[in-house]
T-cell receptor, first 113, second 115 residues
Framework: AQSVTQLDSQVPVFEEAPVELRCNYSSSVSVYLFWYVQYPNQGLQLLLK??????LVKGINGFEAEFNKSQTSFHLRKPSVHISDTAEYFCAVSLYNFNKFYFGSGTKLNVKP | AAGVIQSPRHLIKEKRETATLKCYPI?????VYWYQQGPGQDPQFLISFYEKMQSDKGSIPDRFSAQQFSDYHSELNMSSLELGDSALYFC??????????????FGEGSRLTVL
């Protein structure tokens, strides 16, 4: 079975500060890893994904994430956040066939001026 | 660019009523996924369709059914509604290439409120 853990339900941060949103996963087989962002009353938007290759993945809006197989983690980072980054962020895993995704419980990022 | 269209965006029903949600995938996308996101919860996979056939099933109640039509749009039918069915229902679509790389595009969701 697969599961995704996002330990931080809320992360407050000041504008222009760096941020890291943590994601750990559990799976008995190889999985692919994703980060999605959800703005209020909107659908999920793909930020970035790791399928294979370089463990450092760059996504949209200046976000990046690093896949760490030994620690089964896929933490999301941004060196300098903006007010517009305020949203909920979901980490997700999928098996090889992408038939379904397993989401974490989400982390609300609140960027303060 | 065209996105995934879901209708209705908001729906209010009473207990034991039925509801139908519709999803229109991005043109040339042949795969549709349905997710349910309860208040303050993460999205839970319900069911997916590929080329009009069910491809996978998740935690979808027996009271729910879904299908994908010849034009690739999908409908989620929910009967004997319960208060716990109140949620945001997301539809996502992907193309053949997207299925190989996990490229899903989500709609804005249909918010169902059961009173």
């Amino acid at each position: 079975a697969q599961s995704v853990t996002q330990l931080d339900s809320q992360v407050p941060v000041f504008e222009e500060a760096p941020v890291e949103l943590r994601c750990n996963y559990s799976s008995s087989v190889s999985v692919y890893l994703f980060w999605y962002v959800q703005y209020p009353n909107q659908g999920l938007q793909l930020l970035l994904k790791y399928l294979s290759g370089s463990t450092l993945v760059k996504g949209i809006n200046g976000f990046e994430a690093e896949f760490n197989k030994s620690q089964t983690s896929f933490h999301l980072r941004k060196p300098s956040v903006h007010i517009s980054d305020t949203a909920e962020y979901f980490c997700a895993v999928s098996l090889y066939n992408f038939n379904k995704f397993y989401f974490g419980s989400g982390t609300k990022l609140n960027v303060k001026p | 660019a065209a996105g995934v269209i879901q209708s209705p965006r908001h729906l209010i029903k009473e207990k034991r009523e039925t509801a139908t949600l519709k999803c229109y995938p991005i043109p040339r996308h042949d795969t549709v996924y349905w997710y349910q996101q309860g208040p303050g919860q993460d999205p839970q996979f319900l069911i997916s369709f590929y080329e009009k056939m069910q491809s996978d099933k998740g935690s979808i109640p027996d009271r729910f059914s879904a299908q994908q039509f010849s034009d690739y749009h999908s409908e989620l039918n929910m009967s004997s509604l319960e208060l716990g069915d109140s949620a945001l229902y997301f539809c996502a679509s992907s193309s053949r290439q997207g299925r190989l790389t996990g490229e899903l595009f989500f709609g804005e969701g249909s918010r169902l409120t059961v009173l």
